[in-house]
């Protein structure tokens, strides 16, 4: 419907990805003639040209991938706020969950922005090199990145355009919770201590290997640090659902990830979800830098650029450790240490 763009936040989230799809696709013809033409070594005018107008091109692109991530949280942050305007959603659930394309446009965002990361560590690398050896590599995966984000717009377009303000939504108590207590169980036997236990476990052996790379980059702890990273975030996401928001909210049956955006959570979602989604995509981008090394020949830039983002993915992984710690020590602080599902634990 039209008059959901009247919705700002809605709006804004729209104009962005028209944006991002416009330069995209402006680079994407670009690529082609980078891929047809571009001959590394060479020093003919044609050639010059065309690097400079690849690295410009490549500049825009950086900017609009940059932008292309952000649209994650904007895609959230709509949502988040449309609750307001329809009857029955407490939150971005009740939102995604009253249309037919439900978390497509969530799930969309969230893969575009993956794909972002992992393209700009790629060109910050060829940035780094003395000559531009991975130019046509970087514009290759173009062809990946760039599909995935006229994929977003799409999903988020139609999913704008398919929402009903009028409808009455489904709470995400009656779901969310409904079916995790099904899952986890009602008392910390079911799995839900062991679960995030666990992750804090990942998470914490995942920092001491981000630690080691930033001291010592090497191909082994490149990829052990990668696997943690990668591991931890499959173990945070369903502990954060089924113990830390539950403490959060000092309820044991309230389990939605999206209210703990809101002030009464004390805003914690954003954060956590924040600094749990820059450390797992930094941590993956060094399964990129690694591909590279040979290609790139130089030891030195590539262990230099790996140390950069170990630093950065080790802070944002350190922060969610806080952060799911934070509201179980607190609920245990308030409640003078009595269990919030009535067991031990």
């Known amino acids: 419907m039209l008059t959901n763009l009247l919705r700002p936040f809605l709006l804004a989230r ?38 400079r107008r690849a690295e410009l091109v490549a500049t825009l692109v950086q900017a609009a991938l ?19 305007a329809i009857r029955g959603a407490m939150c971005a659930y009740g939102v995604f969950s009253s249309n037919d394309l439900g978390f497509l446009p969530l799930g969309t965002s969230a893969l575009a922005a993956l794909a972002c990361v992992l393209w700009l560590t790629l060109h910050r690398l060829d ?132 209210c703990l955006l809101h002030a009464d959570a004390l805003g914690i979602g954003w954060p956590l979800f924040g600094a749990l989604f820059l450390a797992g995509s930094l941590g993956l981008s060094l399964v990129v830098l690694e591909s590279q090394r040979r290609r790139a020949a130089d030891d030195a830039i590539v262990s230099a650029l790996e140390a950069r983002v170990a630093k950065v993915a080790m802070l944002g992984f350190v922060i969610t450790f806080v952060l799911c710690v934070f509201p179980v020590a607190r609920y245990a602080w308030i409640s003078g240490g009595a269990p919030l599902f009535g067991g031990p634990g």
């Open 127 to 258: 940035l780094a090199l003395p000559d531009p050896r991975l130019t046509r590599r970087k514009f290759i995966a173009l062809f990946i990145v760039g599909p995935l984000v006229l994929l977003d717009l799409w999903a988020t377009l139609a999913w704008a355009f398919d929402l009903d303000l009028g409808v009455v939504a489904t709470c995400c108590s009656a779901s969310i919770d409904q079916a995790g207590t099904q899952t986890f169980g009602a008392a910390p036997m079911g799995g839900r201590v062991t679960l995030y236990y666990a992750a804090l476990a990942t998470l914490a052996l995942a920092v001491l290997a981000l630690f080691a790379l930033y001291r010592r980059p090497g191909r082994v702890r490149a990829w052990t640090a990668a696997a943690l990273a990668a591991l931890s975030v499959a173990l945070c996401l369903p502990a954060i659902v089924g113990y830390v928001a539950p403490h959060m909210y000092e309820n044991p049956r309230h389990l939605c990830p999206f």
């Open 66 to 84: 940059g932008m292309a991530i952000f649209n994650l949280a904007l895609t959230v942050l709509a949502a988040d706020h449309l609750s307001q």
């Open 14 to 51: 729209l104009l962005s990805g028209i944006s991002v799809s416009a330069l995209v696709v402006v680079a994407l013809f670009v690529a082609v003639r980078v891929l047809r033409r571009f001959r590394l070594g060479e020093t003919s005018e044609g050639q010059l040209l065309l690097e």
